[in-house]
């Protein structure tokens, strides 16, 4: 379980297939912090650690399955890439953002980023089967980050940037095309499973 509040930027390192897709990412996390079996959210999609080395910089490896890379953006990671990190959250932990639970529900596009003052405003679309669990003010996690819907239209919303949220995670580089990891707030889910129900 996350917050969706970004606690580093990390670095692609290397990638390798090896029946699944292995992948080292370096970090800020001290290495000996870092458990063996953990869940490390990277662009929001949990993943469990299997190695961990290093010193500066550290890093961790992760191993991830055929279906997670085709339910997410992780096709597009390669060397060099920077991704969003949050460890999981422990008891007694701030809630700072929002139940996030890691398990990605699709893939948004970005269809629109502007400036407004100092703050981002970016466009993104839903796929279709999503867009209705998504509602202005209302939660979601993008590539990780727990972010506040500001509008709707359709299948397309947006989302305010504030400068520190452009600089303390990867939406600072944020560009038009731009494949999405979308985690729709669970909230939202239980809420439209009702109203079915009813």
Known sequence: MFTGIITDMGRIAELEQRGDLRARIETAYA???????????????????????????????????????????????????????????????????????????????????????????????????????IAPKGSVALNGTSLTVNDVEGACFGINFIPHTKAVTTWGRVAVGDRVNLEIDTLARYVARLAEAG
Do not use: Q, Y
Not at 64 to 87: C, F, H, M, P, Q
């Open 31 to 133: 290495p000996d912090s870092i458990d063996i079996g953990a869940s490390i959210a990277c662009d929001g999609v949990c993943l469990t650690v299997i190695a961990r080395g290093g010193a500066t910089p550290a890093w961790f490896d992760v191993e991830i399955s055929a279906e997670t890379v085709s339910k997410t953006n992780l096709d597009t990671w390669g060397a060099g890439r920077t991704v969003n990190l949050e460890r999981a959250l422990r008891v007694g932990d701030e809630l700072g953002g929002h139940i996030v639970s890691g398990h990605v529900d699709g893939v948004a596009v970005v269809t629109d980023v502007r400036d407004e003052g100092d703050s981002t405003r970016v466009t993104l679309e839903a796929p279709p089967h999503l867009a209705r669990f």
